[in-house]
């Protein structure tokens, strides 16, 4: 009789959790012989069983007959696998998972005990299978839903932290429940799971991001718990949105010039590294706003401000006059570095701006060559003609420029083989879309090529996990740059990290 299935392999009706009496060993092989119920003549047997045990907080897990268990629970089992070729039950080994929850508190998962979590899969056994993994990753707040619609009610007036989500499901599809959460103002962190094309799942995790949700990551079935586990250690709380300050465009001109005068202005800076040895390779200088009646105003919405109501130039070369000062203390710390500065496109549409640059960076005698221009390709389409020309007299005068944010604007691979830039910083979204899926580690490393193809010094933006790290090194990266390495910090920050760092 033909059984149907879930998609992790069970037949349905055969119980998924089946008990183990006995002692389990918690060091050592352990090979007692379990007896399981016949599943009837034709049904495959399990390949995997999670089961509970007798002891106390112990679980086991079977390996297949004649195969050594692995060392760790959390790094070599994929739950939902099935053994076609096994057609009755085996003798088989069972792995002790008691000693999980200790070496995922080391590694960042076990605390999050208080992580509400909704599961969100229509198939009982894979979600019976999925909770114990994220029990066993020490998540003690787990609630289940069968579809869409239940799991909007489960949500409630306090939200999730986090949603492991399934696409396919009856009624309201995966992609329908993430626009109706989204469309809450709720931002749970978000897992995705299917067995749909890799595309599709890599597709929806846009989606996902595009209305506002943070997704940890997908995972296609049968899933891996290791590739669970990384991405439940990617979690961190998300922070409660913002109101944006809005400025009337007859006001900014006026409280941006009274800003810079009073000191509103002043800057971060955040380390980019060498990927093959960690040492500092040079500075992003970020700009900060802090207005005595409004409080913190957003970098992009100054500059934004500065470039309608005319300002652009002043706000640049305030910024660059205190770079100048920055990098004069560095070098009488004993810090010699790069300094990158974001250059608005505006301020390239004037001939005459090169040279005022250029005055104030001089002006406490530093080097061109220690300082680089970043400018974001998404302007340069506007008036390409003045930006090259612009852009070229920095590179004769010994400046660096720096394409930022690359594969986020609109321009081609043509134009990028014009510019006459020395560096290539690749975009956040093609670093953390390279471990996540073999589609984005192809763009990671298309984009990553044709950088090496125009003898350019390529930059991993946004580093934040070891992976990303590793696969960004891996692939031809020469600096990283990112909250794995450091966080934007003041002057005299900067230089104690220097320091301690030896």
């Known amino acids: 009789m033909s059984m149907r299935r879930s998609p992790i392999g069970i037949p349905f009706g055969i119980p ?48 297949p007959h004649g195969q ?16 076609e070729a096994a057609r009755s039950p085996p003798p088989c080994s069972l792995l002790p998972v008691a000693s999980m929850q200790r070496d995922l508190d080391v590694n960042g998962v076990g605390c999050h005990k208080r992580l509400r979590t909704i599961v969100i899969d229509d198939d009982p056994f894979f979600v019976e299978l999925l909770c114990a993994l994220l029990r066993d990753a020490g998540l003690n707040e787990i609630d289940v839903a069968t579809s869409g619609d239940d799991a909007l009610s489960k949500i409630g007036p306090t939200p999730p ?15 329908q429940l993430l626009q109706a959460v989204a469309s809450l103002g709720v931002r749970p962190s978000i897992i995705l799971v299917s067995g749909e094309d890799v595309r599709v799942l890599d597709a929806t995790r ?26 439940l250690r ?44 960690g040492a500092l390779y040079g500075v992003e200088c970020l700009l900060r706003w802090e207005d005595a009646q409004i409080g913190s105003i957003s970098p992009r919405d100054v500059v934004t401000a500065a470039e309608k109501s005319g300002v652009i130039n ?30 608005s496109m505006r301020s390239l549409y004037e001939v005459e701006m090169v040279d005022r640059m250029k005055a104030a960076l001089a002006a406490e005698g530093g080097l061109f060559r220690d300082y680089t221009f970043e400018v974001t390709e998404t302007h340069m389409v506007e008036d390409l003609p003045r930006v090259l020309e612009a ?22 691979m043509q134009m990028l083989a014009q510019l006459p830039s020395s560096e290539l910083k690749i975009d956040r979204s093609f670093v953390a879309a390279g471990v996540r899926s073999e589609e984005g580690r192809l763009f990671l490393r298309s984009a990553i ?3 090496l193809g125009l003898n350019q010094t390529i930059v991993a933006e946004g580093v934040e996990i070891q992976k990303e790290h590793e696969l960004a090194h891996q692939l031809g990266c020469h600096l990283g740059q990112g909250f794995l390495y450091a966080r934007p910090m003041p002057l005299d920050e900067l230089l104690t990290w220097v320091r301690d760092r030896g």
């Open 206 to 231: 846009r989606f996902a991001e595009a209305i506002g949700l943070p997704v940890l990551g997908v995972l296609s079935k049968p899933i891996s718990s290791d590739a669970l586990l990384d991405l």
């Open 391 to 412: 852009l070229i007299r920095l590179r004769l005068s010994g400046f660096s420029v720096s394409i930022d944010d690359y594969g986020t604007g609109a321009s081609t």
């Open 161 to 175: 932290d986090l949603l492991v989500c399934d696409l396919n499901m009856p009624t309201m599809d995966g992609v």
């Open 68 to 83: 050594e268990p692995p060392k760790s629970f959390a790094g070599r089992h994929a739950i939902g696998a099935h053994n």
């Open 234 to 277: 990617q979690y961190r709380p998300q922070p409660v949105p913002q109101e944006d300050h809005e400025v009337t465009i007859s006001m900014e001109a006026r409280q941006l010039m009274s800003g810079l005068k009073t000191g509103a202005m002043h800057l971060a800076y955040q380390p980019k590294v060498e990927l093959a040895t």
């Open 449 to 451: 090529e044709l950088g």
């Open 314 to 343: 002043e706000l640049t070369l305030a910024i660059l006059d205190q770079v100048a000062i920055d990098h004069a203390a560095m070098e009488h710390s004993g810090v010699r570095t790069n300094c990158a500065v974001n250059l």
């Open 16 to 63: 998924s959790l089946a008990p183990v009496w006995g002692h389990v060993a918690t060091s050592g092989p352990h090979r007692p012989h379990v007896r399981q119920r016949s599943t009837g003549q034709g049904v495959p047997g399990m390949k995997h069983h999670v089961r509970h045990c007798m002891t106390p907080g112990v679980h086991a897990i079977a390996a």
